[in-house]
């Protein structure tokens, strides 16, 4: 047995339903989520009743529906006792009370009949119509205002549940239609245009104001929505049965005309805009700001005018100002202010000034390269893609955050010195590219901001070379592992002239081929292909792509948007920056490669004079995505891009040959030219050896360069590990006091010390090259380590062997011995 007495609980039904009708008003965002708690697929405009079948088990949607029901009957009556007071202050003319009660009965009445969906409302309807008619027949004065009047009112009330056979918009428009036909002395004929040019314009005006955006974003609005259709449910039906009791009733109860057209035109704004709300909002968030001292006001943001009214239409100021300025002292509680803006109200504009404001004010503030460091993380919760306001100019600040960061984390002085090159690179081309913006705010905010790190930056910059030049260390100044970025490794990058004119000479050819550049792994492909741009005239625009990541797409969607993102990116990162437009991602979603082709054809439009070379490094990945998604589109793609772009020419790099790829590709790979990429000639070799860098003071004996070249065969990767042990070992004795920092040289003996350690760094590079060898080719290693001889059946897989550069042309030595000696090295630990 429930303790809650009668009255207690009829309190809490009204209160339910006050509630409920300030939320539908006031905070439709919190009304729809709970609605969405209360049934799976209900929605504001749904009429509950149509779920009629699922009372019983779920009680809370009947009592929802109940509550709906009786605020559509009730709540109307009591905007005219506002309303028609103020006409009456306003334009001084009187008002008859009395057929403007008798409409609310039949409102009332219409409403109550038409409760749980009753069968014969239609019926009820016509006998409405029935009655005025007969009442203009028969009655007159008062009993002819009383029928009519009981009469509109159940046609208006019953309009609003007519769902099938006849349109709710009809329903209404014949109500009001009779209302305004039927003389009842000077009541009707003029007073429904004055009703409507004051009473329904302030009713349907506020009323429309509060519920625009509530559920669905109907196009004109709830207070209209009946007009068209009753479709919209019965919170529609309570919005807009407030506006036409109200009209209807100040009809019944206005005797002369006013200005029809000012009258209405003035309400239905202010309605629109939410005025009458805004103006209390407005001296709220005046109060607010005013009175709350500065480092306070982060105790006023769960005060806010959007805490409680969850649809303001005007502006309001200060709201982003006191967000930014709470931040500094609650991250936490401005973050939650911003998210609530974003998901709970229409205050988007007003989350993004803030979001725009924070950022601006934590990039300002940095004052040391630490600060810098960390900005990363501190804005690291703003959404992607930012806000408008922010543009592409936050995402470039923690782009050098990164950069910064990343330099910081360098080994050595000299690399750290080195790394902050691309960071303030970047500061001095965002500063360019923002002193020429048509954004006066963007152009002030963060070219302040620019020039405050770059200055940061170039101070940090010239303290790790002074800290760099004071050390006794000698500089890591080598690069083992990575392909070589221009930007950061500078003239690390030794020879391929020969490669870099080839390309050249082809590319501008007539009749372009495709172009195949080849060679064994971590022989420096990819880092030919970074500084390409710097090696060719600047009518080509090298475009490079690593199909490796792409690859890791498993749509053929997925893969050409990926494609898209890294041209567009290559393009933004050449010395002479190009930047070209995004594919259009509804044609691309919905055929990709065509999109895609459409989209090269642009850029092809837009950039005449230009030869874009496309570089696919890591090309075999194509077969991987070809066999994942069952489709060689891809390749079709690369075909017909061949054929019809001529502005377009093809770069495959990669490890195979053609001779090693399934026959599948020969359809495609036609006209191709191969390049080979080999090791360093001697001379190169030497050069990245004792001149890796400007002003590298030589730190190596004569017997140990000679020792290099031998055990490396001058394969770039290897002979920059080996530098790079052989400085690690020199400053190993030197911080113990074993060698003497200024005459300190790398010995051969050095270089046959490092051996073990270059084997086991390199362990990588070294496996994947056995791995990737088939056992035919691992047993005729096998029997050369083990001191047999080749024989006349070894011939086919020597000459494999030779032209992967393994072994010499004989067939009975390693070109490398590095790599025999692991060979040597992984056959006895089996």
Known sequence: MSNTSPASGFWNYVTECVRLLYWIYFKPFTFERWLLDIHPELKPRDNPFDKRAEFC?????????????????????????????????????????????????????????????????????????????????????????????????????????????????MAVGVALSVAGGVTVGATVGVAVGVAFGVAFGVAVGVAFGVAFGVAVGVAFGVAFGVAFSLAFGLVFGLVFGVAVSVAVSVAFGVAESVAFGV????????????????????????????????????????????RFDELIILPLPFMDVMIVEAYRNNSVAARETINYLITSTNQEKIAAQAISGIAVDILNRCQRLS????????????????????????????????????????????????????????????????????????AVSFGNTAQSWLTILETAQRTLN????????????????????????????????????????????????????YGGRRTGKTSALKYLPYRVQANIVP??????????????????????????????????????????????????????????????????????????????RLGEVVKATSSRVPLNFLRNLLQ??????????????????????????????????????????????????????????????????????CQPYLVQLMCYELVELLNRDIRRNRREADTAKATALDVKEVIPVVLERGDQYFRELWTSLAESDRSLLRRIIHGETPTQQDKGVIRKLTRKEILTPEGNAFQVPLVQKYIEQLLEEK
């Not at 080195?418 to 970047?426: F, G, Q, R, S, Y």
């Not at 360093?680 to 050069?687: C, P, Q, S, V």
């Open 543 to 620: 475009l490079l792509v690593d199909l490796q990541g792409a690859a890791s797409a498993t749509t053929l969607k997925g893969l050409a948007e990926n494609l898209a993102q890294q041209i567009i990116e290559a393009a933004r990162r050449l010395p002479r920056r190009v930047y070209l437009p995004n594919p259009d991602a509804n044609k691309l979603a919905e055929d990709p490669f065509p999109a895609l082709q459409t989209w090269l054809t642009e850029i092809e439009r837009n950039n005449s004079g230009k030869q874009f070379l496309l570089c696919l490094d890591e090309y075999e």
């Open 644 to 713: 019809h772009q001529h502005k377009w020419i093809l770069l495959f790099s990669g490890s195979q040959e053609l001779s090693e790829l399934d026959d599948y590709w020969s359809d495609y790979l036609i006209n191709t030219r191969a390049l080979r990429m080999t090791y360093l000639h001697e001379l190169e070799a030497r050069d990245l050896i004792l001149q890796p860098v400007e002003n590298f003071h030589n730190i190596y004996e004569p017997t140990a360069v000679d020792a290099i070249i031998q055990l490396t065969r």
């Open 263 to 306: 009258a209405f035109g003035v309400a239905w704004i202010l309605g629109m805009l939410r005025v009458y709300f805004w103006l209390p909002e407005l001296l709220w968030i005046l109060t607010l700001f005013l009175l709350s001292p500065n480092g306070k006001r982060v105790n006023c943001l769960r005060y806010l005018p959007p």
């Open 57 to 169: 088990t779920n009680p809370r949607l009947r009592r929802y529906a109940g509550q709906i029901s009786w605020l559509t009957a009730v709540v109307p009556m009591f905007p005219v006792l506002l309303v028609a007071p103020v006409y009456i202050l306003i334009s001084g003319e009187s008002f008859n009370w009395f057929p403007s009660c008798v409409f609310l009965v039949g409102w009332f009445i219409g409403r109550v009949v038409d409760r749980g969906g009753n069968k014969n409302r239609l019926v009820i309807f016509l006998v409405a119509i029935l009655t005025i008619f007969l009442a203009v027949q028969f009655l007159s004065g008062v009993a002819l205002s009383v029928a009519f009047g009981m009469a509109v009112g159940m046609m208006v009330g019953v309009a609003f549940g007519v769902a099938e056979g006849v349109a709710g918009g």
């Open 371 to 442: 600060d810098i460091v960390e900005i990363a993380n501190q804005l690291a919760w703003i959404p992607s893609p930012p806000p408008k306001e922010l543009g592409i100019v936050l995402p470039q600040f923690l782009e050098i955050s990164q950069d910064v960061r990343a330099s910081q984390e360098a080994t050595s002085l000299y690399r750290q010195y080195e790394l902050l090159n691309i960071p303030i690179t970047a500061l001095r081309q965002l500063g360019q590219s923002l002193a020429l913006t048509k954004n006066a705010r963007v």
């Open 466 to 517: 002074e800290q760099a030049q004071q050390s006794k260390e000698i500089q890591q100044v080598y690069i083992a592992g990575n392909s070589l970025d221009p930007e950061t490794a500078k003239n690390r990058f030794k020879g391929r002239k020969d490669i870099f004119r080839e390309i050249e000479s082809l590319t501008l050819s007539e009749q372009p081929p495709v172009l195949l550049l």
